[in-house]
Every structure is written in C-alpha cells, then in structure tokens.
C-alpha cells in the first residue's frame, strides 16, 4: 500500500476515534449461513426469470401468428424454449441442472406454448434435444441456431430426436409462419418495454404489473405496432429533417458572425424526434388492442393496466412531451376496446381504421411502450 493511501486510511481512524457507535448487542452471521440463504434467493430469481419468459413467449407466439399480414419479416414458429446449461448467463449455471433439469451436453425443453407445432408433435418440458432432421443440436446459442435453420427450411416439417426417461423418440414438427421480430424479456423492475429496430423489449416489472396475458398482449401489441407501422424510421427522419433545418439556422448566424455552437442544431434535431410522438404513441396503444383481440384475447378489462401504471408513475398522469398521459391512454383503450366488441358482435374483420388515405400494412404473403 502506497504512503499516501495508508496516511488517508490513517486519518480516516484518527477521525473516526470518537466515533458513536450500536448499542444493541447484534446476534453472528456466519458465512455458511449467508451463503445457503443467497443459494435459496438465487434458485427462486432463475426459477421466476423463466416461469415470466414462458409466459411472454406463450403471449408472443400468439401475436406473431396472428399478426403475421402485417410484418415485413416472417419465420417459422415452433413455440419451443430449449437450453443447456452452457447456454445460460453464468451466474445460473452452477446450479441450473437442479433448478430447471438442464443438462450440459444436449439443450433441454424449458417450455412449451400451448397449441404450438411444438405441443401438438408431444414436445414436453424436461425433454432433451438431439437431433433437428439428422443435425446434432448444439447446448451453446441453441435458440440462435434453430432458428437459422428453420429459416432456411422455411415451413417444411422437422424432425426432432429427444430423449425422455431415458428413451430415444423421434417426432415431426410442422412450423407455423409469423412475425420474425425477437421479443425479449429484459431483468429490470422498472414496468417498461420499448422497440428497437431488430426486436422488442419487455421489461419483467411489467409482467409483475400486468395481472392478465390480455393486458400483457397489449403491451407487447403495441410495440410490435411501432415496427410495424414503422415509427421508429419516421422519429429518426423527423429529427434529421429538423437537424438540418437547425444547421442552416447555425450557419446563417455564422455568416453574420453570431456563434450559437451547433445550438438550433441540437435543439431543432431534438424537436424534429418528438413530432408526433404522442400521436404516434396513441397510435401504438389502437393498434395494439387489435393486434391483442385478433390473437384471441380478451381485451375487455384490459385498460385497467393504465390506471396501474399512473399509481406506479403519478408523474405520468399529465401529459409529457413523448407519451399521451394515462387518462388520455386509459379512455381511447375503453373507446378502442368498444370498437373492436361491435366490430365481433357484427362480425367484422377485426381490421384497425385507417385513414383513408394512408397505406395499410401489406401482406406478408405479398412481400416501449
């Protein structure tokens, strides 16, 4: 230790010698003890983590099946979660075989959505994966490398070799087309879900929140609005357009030798961003709840989930400059909700009101939050 680190831990002693320090005589806390108390809250995160991932994943194959017309990129959908025990973060792999049945030499089923091409072919939780048509699965980056490959088969039949109780089976999964985009669960308690470009975020405070998949599906429904109707492209268009309007500002100031450092650039770039975004936002939370009731749910209770997320956020009670406040968010959903029930006790398509001179969405069989 340098001279002048011990003269600082010298004058933190001298300082701390009159000191007041506890009163009551606190019990031991032996190491052995803590460690088996952080082994016990460290089984119950990873056995939480992947119960919330089955249920999102369960939420998100309906949309994507359902929604499939109205994305630019579709793939084959097995409704299947597999890994090994490599394939996890690695503070869960130490004890993931005991925790989730994993082992580290083939991926093992985690879970699988109900009524999926996984379930119908007798795919179960526990089963371990070999072979996808005669290719040995691999226990690193297994969902990265099915995926790949049904890609490349497209919605031909599969066949997988799993082994279950000791015994060797083969079965024949038939993909269902849907909506590429990865939707991710991401640890944070803050309740959020945002797009991006290549895939969609939810954040697990939001699954704590959502007390229903119907609520859930809305949430994820809106954010798979934003891609497809490609707000995220128009934000960053809008921002350049108002970008440059601030250069030439700039530059005119510059010429009468008035400096501003860029300022009307910064700050028209940032206006530019935000036009529209409460539309847009608006926009995400209509189409949302039909993306929801096409795949099935019941939305009929569904805007309570506004009113939960003002107590959890008051601020978000009055407007802000990026997202309608929630009373606004609350009462379009009961008003988008009626819509859509008059549209099914007619028998309509459920199809969202576009205006009349905007493009709807094209066919893929043509082609936040």
Known sequence: ???????????????????????????????????????????????????????????????????????????????????????????????????????????????????????????????????????VVPARYTARWIDDRLAARGQAPVTL??????????????????????????????????AEDE????????????????????????????????????????????????MLIDRGLMIAQIQTHGAFEKHFERAGALAYSVDFEREADYIGAYFAARAGYDISGVARIWRVLALENPAEMRVNDTHPATPARFVQMQKTVAEITDKMRRGLPLEPEFKSNAVKPAPSEASSY
């Open 161 to 194: 070799v799993i082994r279950r109780d000791d015994g060797e089976t083969q079965h024949t999964l038939h993909p269902l087309m849907g909506c590429a985009t990865p939707i991710e669960l991401a640890v944070d308690p803050l309740p959020n879900a945002f």
């Open 1 to 135: 230790m340098s001279v002048r680190r011990w003269s600082a831990v010298l004058a933190a002693v001298g300082l701390c010698a009159g000191c007041a320090g506890p009163n009551v005589k606190l019990p031991e806390l032996p190491d052995k003890e803590i460690a088996a108390e952080r082994r016990l809250e460290e089984t119950a995160q990873v056995r939480d983590y992947f119960r919330a991932l089955a249920r999102l994943d369960a939420v998100a194959f309906r949309l994507r099946l359902a929604n499939r017309p109205y994305c630019k990129k579709v793939a084959p959908q097995l409704g299947i979660r597999a890994a090994s025990a490599h394939g996890l973060p690695r503070r869960f792999r130490e004890f993931a075989g005991a925790v989730l049945g994993t082992g580290g030499n083939h991926p093992t089923v985690l879970s699988v959505v109900e009524n999926s091409p996984a379930a119908l072919a007798d795919i179960r939780r526990g089963d371990e994966i070999l072979t996808l048509d005669n290719d």
């Open 199 to 246: 895939r969609i975020v939810i954040q697990s405070g939001i699954l704590r929140l959502t007390k229903t998949d119907a609520e859930l599906a809305v949430i994820v429904g809106h954010e798979l609005a934003h891609l497809t109707l490609g707000h995220l492209g128009k934000r960053r268009q809008n921002a350049l357009l108002g970008k440059l309007g601030g």
